[in-house]
Nanobody, 120 residues
Framework: VQLQASGGGLVQPGGSLTLSCATS????????IGWFRQAPGKERDFVGR????????YYADSVKGRFTIRRDIAKNTVYLQMNSLKPEDTAVYYC??????????????WGQGTLVTVSS
């Protein structure tokens, strides 16, 4: 069971970045896959998730309209497309898979984080 996140980096405010989460060892169709993020000194917060079997997505209010999650069924990979990035989006981004998304403490599986820094 693995979640492998990648794609973080430094981007200017207003820019875009796409994160990837490659998965293996799961029965993909059962539980959502998505993203949390954790800024320095803050709690790990929900960003968004996608239902694998039908592609429905759910987002935190703070990223609605700017971030998009999509899946590639053939590659067992989930992507987080981030547009109009702001300095407050700076965080370590974690992909996750879980039956319960009510809080970070309820997540079943975590990938390693990937750092996104939004700065000029």
């Amino acid at each position: 069971v693995q979640l492998q996140a990648s794609g973080g980096g430094l981007v200017q405010p207003g820019g875009s970045l796409t994160l990837s989460c490659a998965t293996s060892g799961f029965a993909m169709e059962y539980y959502p896959i998505g993203w949390f993020r954790q800024a320095p000194g803050k709690e790990r917060d929900f960003v968004g998730r996608i239902l694998w079997y039908d592609g429905r997505t759910y987002y935190a209010d703070s990223v609605k309209g700017r971030f998009t999650i999509r899946r590639d069924i053939a590659k067992n990979t989930v992507y987080l497309q981030m547009n109009s990035l702001k300095p407050e989006d700076t965080a370590v981004y974690y992909c996750a898979k879980s039956s319960d998304w009510s809080s970070a403490s309820r997540i079943d599986y975590w990938g390693q984080g990937t750092l996104v820094t939004v700065s000029s």
